[in-house]
């Protein structure tokens, strides 16, 4: 049976009048969002009651108005406002040369967890636009360097997948600090020791370490650290 010509006729006005749609959302969606310059992005430092608090990460700009107490003048992630401070996520540098975006020579893991921050940000307030720069041309199109930081992320996250299976073979030791009393590790079953991470998994300063259980026949292996002040047969120790 032949199909009727007025139904085909209707069929493709249909399709193509919900393709004009579609196409008119997507130039509508990308035309809201904005491209913003370093200069530009500066002035949404919450220091002007009359305009919004942005601030960016990996080239992506938030609206974080809706955290005024922290992100404006005064807060405790004030720094972070009007800028694209994206390394100081993760080295707390927040004076000086530390306010930058760029992530020159932190580990893949560390670029992941920035990564993570954006996302974060994602979630939880609203995306405006983007800045020109560092991982965005003037087009808004990503950069060479963004796509280069997305692939040290992956590479950083197979990592703390592979350092999670490594560690669930050795359990980790307890541990607990206060003020008055510092710090204390300790083992329900083994004895505690420092072991070393990976290179390509340790982060830096005191990361690069963690404490582990090892039964008596174990302590033999070569890189197991006993605490300072604490006997080799101990099964807690201050730190």
Known sequence: MPFPANKFITSSFFG????????????KFKSTQKLFTAEELALYNGTDDSLPILLGILGSVF????????????????????????????????SGDGLTDSL???????????VGWRDFYFRS??????????YYDSQGNPTKYLKGV?????????????QKIMEAKQPSCNSR?????????????????????????????????????????????????????????????RV
């Open 104 to 114: 020159r020579g932190l580990s893949s893991t560390e670029v992941h967890s920035v």
């Open 63 to 94: 609206d974080v108005t809706k955290g005024k107490s922290h992100y404006g003048s005064g807060g405790g992630y004030h720094h972070f406002a009007g800028r694209d401070a994206s390394r100081a996520f993760v080295s707390g540098n927040f």
């Open 177 to 237: 600090w206060s003020q008055d009393d510092g710090g204390e590790v300790w083992c329900d079953n083994g004895f505690p020791r420092l072991v070393q991470r990976p290179l390509e998994i340790a982060l830096t300063g005191k990361m690069s370490k963690r404490c582990a259980c090892f039964n008596e026949d174990q302590l033999g292996q070569p890189g197991l650290e006993v605490y300072d002040g604490c006997d080799y047969l101990s099964k807690r120790c």
């Open 16 to 27: 193509l009048t919900i393709l004009v749609a579609l196409i008119a959302f997507f130039l």
């Open 150 to 162: 997305e692939a040290k992320a992956a590479r950083g996250a197979q990592l703390l997948e592979k």
């Open 125 to 134: 307030y609203k995306f405006v636009g983007r800045l020109v720069g560092r």
